[in-house]
């Protein structure tokens, strides 16, 4: 009987406790985080332990592209024949321009002869 007595008592000890289920959560978490922008260009040089730069950042680039034809004339080479070289040249010509928009990109047309920039 003793041992039942003992053993009532660990029961009673070892009962499993209720936690409340408010969490609270920081307001930084609540919008969804803070963001920061990474930079792209580094200004910092990284050397080894003799002074030589481990690294070297390239300079930002400006990028023109003269397109050979109109975008509606490209657009209607790009659904020719798959077999025929124009096709591809076309589409290739089609997703350099959305490439050139998306990184902003100059592009030039070339319009019967001469040059005309288009931004």
Do not use: C, Y
């Not at 009987?1 to 930084?28: G, H, K």
């Not at 657009?75 to 070289?85: M, T």
């Amino acid at each position: 009987m003793a041992f039942d007595a003992e053993r009532e008592q660990n029961q009673d000890q070892n009962l499993i406790r209720e936690r409340p289920t408010d969490v609270e959560i920081p307001p930084e978490l609540e919008r969804g985080g803070i963001v920061q922008r990474v930079p792209s260009q580094f200004k910092a040089q990284v050397t080894d332990d003799s002074g030589k730069p481990l690294i070297q950042t390239p300079q930002t680039q400006t990028v023109t592209i003269q397109i050979p034809a109109s975008q509606q004339q490209l657009e209607d080479w790009s659904k020719g024949d798959p077999e025929n070289a124009l096709t591809w040249f076309a589409v290739f010509w089609i997703r350099l321009i959305k490439k050139a928009l998306h990184f902003g990109w100059k592009m030039i047309k070339k319009i019967a002869g001469r040059s005309e920039e288009n931004v």
